[in-house]
């Protein structure tokens, strides 16, 4: 991606503001970014995470909490060591789902 060097100005009314910036943080993008695209009619990709998705990571974070709790314990002696490696993959799979999940993006239609 090159480097955007020009600045424009551009005069709105305030319903026409309110209305681009509803729509730029509806699609969870800055309001340049909409305006550049729906200026140039590209496709616009939101940053925004789907809700589904963070409920999935938060649930994912709390098991990885308590399978960190697992691990301190098995390295203390107070569980089984062989229980510690299970744990410590399945904690690393949790983290990697996670991972994945706070980093997708889904595609928005342009308007």
Known sequence: MSLREHGI???LTNEELRLAQ???RARGVPLAVYLRAMALQEPLRSTAI??????TARAL??????????VRLAHSGRVASDLAKSVAEVLAVCRAIERDLLSSRREEPSS
């Open 22 to 24: 509803e729509r730029a």
């Open 9 to 11: 100005s551009l005069y």
């Open 61 to 70: 974070n709390q098991i990885g909490n308590n399978l960190n709790q697992l």
């Open 50 to 55: 789907p809700t589904i998705h963070l409920k």
